[in-house]
């Protein structure tokens, strides 16, 4: 790396972003709709969103297998048929499975919207969810469970999430739990799904070259198909705000890099410190000059990338840390994590490294703003935590006036050595020698002993 990156100056004025201006409009009970009109390009996009997830679901993987099962047709029309006629119109639908939250998003021409609509409304209101499109999906989402096991940085997760709070449904990915996922029937699906639609609030976003009565009246025809009843989502067990410190190792037996994984409690989105949390966590592991890979990979040589984000889950928000190493390299590059983590806690942040951060978070915006996709995408993640559609607005123009005066407390409350929770993936003998300094190891049985 050319040192002149490390050193050059920076711009003192930040780029400024335009955040396009989300139309609320009256929709029916238990909804929330918005639209962005777009008459430049000749296209629409739909986002419909619903706020539980994986995490909600009385069995591991049962809200991925329902939602994929409305791909898999209509009462009225097969999956080949139902796909046939999306492709004839040009149009995508993609699903999208959360621990807190599901989406589905359609792009297509505007010119066919009116065929378009008329499909999702009946994908919604009338899926077939039958038992042999199922049993297919079934088999596709256990295969891709016992992949997922042998990732050590997802096993890593894992791990981190059952030393934390073992019981919590949060420990299993959208995907769930191969035993779980083999078991899970088509009834199951039916049941779930509507269930899955009683819950508020619903979203529906639109953007494009759309009129607004022609949404509202689409929105009518598919509430009417829904259930009528609604409730709140309910609430899924705190993850704890403080934890003993121990180190969780989950055997991955021959991996010539191992996974780290470790977290810090965090504010959530609506508590005080979020901003500051979210901008010193880009600066800890949030980009390529970020302190963390800074050290890691350009000083020590240890890894291609580490990185930090922030996870603002409903039920506890987390800074995850994650990277990948060479096995023998694990243990020196966990001391590492942790004292860039304790110096971020006990050194002030200089104007610079501040100024630098800002702009990262700001060049990430203009990108997001370039399609309708991207501003969607960008309102919906906070829309469905129960935010206003303000709020993400008001939480960059917060961002962009921050300080290193302002920062400088959340720093010290967040960034603490022995706050960090610490979970490893790989040959769990080298690990446990290399690790055994840095707190009582626990030992976390694997998620598929099949695999």
């Known amino acids: 790396m050319r040192p002149e990156l490390y050193t050059a100056p ?15 409009i009256s929709a029916p009970s238990g909804w929330q709709l918005y639209v962005l009109t777009d008459t430049t390009v000749p296209l629409v996009v739909l986002q419909l969103l619903l706020p539980v997830g994986s995490a909600h679901a009385p069995q591991p993987g049962l809200t991925q297998l329902t939602m994929r099962g409305l791909l898999c047709g209509t009462h009225r029309l097969s999956a080949d048929e139902f796909h046939r006629r999306l492709e004839r119109h040009g149009a995508m639908v993609s699903l999208r499975v959360g621990r807190d939250s599901c989406a589905l998003a359609c792009v297509c021409l505007s010119s066919a919207l009116p065929e378009v609509g008329e499909l999702l409304r009946e994908m919604l209101a009338e899926p077939a969810l039958a038992d042999e499109e199922l049993q297919r999906e079934q088999q596709r989402q256990y295969a891709a469970l016992l992949e997922w096991c042998q990732e050590p940085d997802a096993l890593a997760e894992y791990a981190l999430f059952s030393a934390l709070a073992p019981e919590h449904p949060y420990r299993y990915l959208p995907l769930g739990a191969p035993s779980v996922v083999a078991a899970l029937t088509a009834e199951e699906c039916r049941q779930w799904y509507a269930t899955l639609l009683r819950f508020r609030p619903r979203l529906c976003l639109v953007g494009g070259a759309v009129e607004v009565e022609s949404i509202v009246q689409w929105l009518d025809r598919l509430h009417c198909c829904l259930p009528a009843a609604t409730e709140s989502v309910p609430a899924l067990p705190q993850l704890p705000s403080r934890w003993e410190h121990t180190v969780a190792l989950i055997h991955k037996p021959g991996a010539v890099q191992s ?5 810090l409690p965090a504010p959530s989105l609506t508590e005080e410190g979020y901003a500051e949390a979210l901008l010193l966590t880009m600066l800890l592991g949030g980009y390529f000059l970020s302190r ?6 350009e000083q020590e040589g240890l890894s291609y990338g580490v990185g930090a ?6 039920a506890g928000a987390l800074i995850l840390i994650t990277g990948a190493f060479d096995t023998p390299q694990v243990g020196r590059a966990c001391q590492i994590i942790l004292q860039e983590v304790e110096r971020l806690g006990t050194e002030p942040l200089e104007q610079e490294e501040l100024q630098r951060g800002l702009r990262v978070v700001s060049g990430a915006l203009l990108r997001q703003m ?27 123009a917060r961002l962009r006036t921050l300080t290193p005066e302002a920062v400088w407390p959340v720093q010290q409350r967040l960034f603490r050595a022995e706050r960090v929770a610490l979970a490893l993936s790989g040959p769990i003998e080298e690990l446990r020698y290399q690790v055994a300094s840095l707190g009582r190891a626990v030992e976390i049985a694997p998620p598929c002993p099949e695999a």
């Not at 370039?370 to 607005?393: C, D, I, R």
């Open 370 to 396: 370039v399609t309708l996709e991207g501003v969607l995408s960008f309102y919906g993640g906070f829309l469905v935590q129960g935010v206003s559609p303000e709020f993400p607005v008001q939480l960059f």
């Open 309 to 314: 984000t922030m996870a603002p889950l409903r």
């Open 10 to 24: 920076l711009q003192k004025t930040l780029p400024e972003v335009t955040f396009p201006s989300l139309q609320p």
């Open 292 to 297: 963390l890979n800074r050290r890691l990979r």
């Open 259 to 263: 996974a780290v994984a470790m977290a």
